[in-house]
C-alpha cells in the first residue's frame, strides 16, 4: 500500500505532502478477512493523521457504549 500510495491522503486533502508510514483500513474489518484485504479497503496515512483517526474512532465507540 506505502508504495502505490507514498503520502499520506490525509494530508494531500489540506494541501501538504507529508510521507506516510502507517496503513489504515478506511472501514473497520471487525474481522471480516475479505475486507481486511481488501485494497480498496487501505489507505497511507502518516503516524500523526493515523493516530488521531484511531483515537476518533475509540472515542466514538465508547460514546456509543455509554448510550
Known amino acids: 500500500q506505502l508504495l ?3 503520502f499520506c491522503r490525509e494530508c494531500a ?3 501538504l505532502r507529508v510521507w506516510a508510514t502507517d ?3 478506511i472501514v473497520d474489518h471487525k ?3 475479505a475486507l481486511f484485504t481488501d485494497p ?5 496515512l502518516c ?3 493515523h493516530s488521531r483517526k ?3 474512532e475509540q472515542w466514538q465507540k465508547r460514546r456509543e ?3
Open 54 to 56: 484511531t483515537m476518533a
Open 65 to 67: 457504549k455509554r448510550g
Open 4 to 6: 502505490r500510495e507514498p
Open 31 to 33: 474481522g471480516d478477512w
Open 23 to 25: 496503513v489504515d483500513h
Open 47 to 49: 503516524h500523526r493523521c
Open 40 to 44: 480498496a479497503n487501505l489507505e497511507s
Open 13 to 15: 486533502r489540506r494541501g
